[in-house]
């Protein structure tokens, strides 16, 4: 995994900082690579897609359909966001392990985690700090109709 990207300001200053922190409360065994390796390939990679060269061991997300060959790679640099279940679906047994806790759910978080396992239950994320510093922030009104709409 390149880290690179965290902890450090992005180019546009309404982009928030993330900070690394899965491997702090989960299980997780991942392998990091070095900043200057994980600079290096994004580079290259980054390079080679606007020249349109086609290099091996470099991988795009398209983000518009699951590629299957990339499940086939050995070695090499991928890019994107991968976003489909298709890419894990065979790790989907250590991939549940490892997302799970460090350490028990205690009190409050106990107690919650119990309602949500015992009722029909939908969790809703807004991103919102950066989004809204972007302008990228829809109407009220479309979050007020997909939560009813859920």
């Known amino acids: 995994m390149d880290l690179s990207h965290y902890g450090r300001p992005h180019r546009n200053p309404n982009v928030a900082v993330r900070k690394y922190e899965l491997s702090n409360v989960f299980n997780i ?3 990091i ?7 290096a390939a994004s580079f290259i990679a980054r390079a080679s897609r606007k020249l349109k060269i086609k290099l091996p061991y ?13 499940l086939d790679a050995k070695n090499g640099v991928i890019l994107g966001y991968w976003g489909s279940f298709k890419y894990s679906a065979e790790i989907e047994g250590i991939l ?3 997302f799970t806790f460090k350490k028990p759910l205690t ?5 919650v985690i119990d309602q949500i396992r015992n009722s029909n239950s939908v969790s809703i994320s807004f991103r919102r700090d950066d989004y809204l510093k972007l302008g990228w922030l829809l109407p009220e009104e479309y979050y ?7």
């Open 96 to 98: 549940r392990k490892e």
């Open 58 to 70: 470099v991988y795009y997300d398209k983000q518009t359909h699951f590629q299957p060959e990339i």
């Open 29 to 31: 065994t991942e392998r």
């Open 33 to 39: 690579c070095g900043n200057f390796i994980g600079n």
């Open 107 to 111: 009190g409050k978080s106990a107690a």
């Open 144 to 150: 007020s109709r997909a939560i009813r709409y859920i």
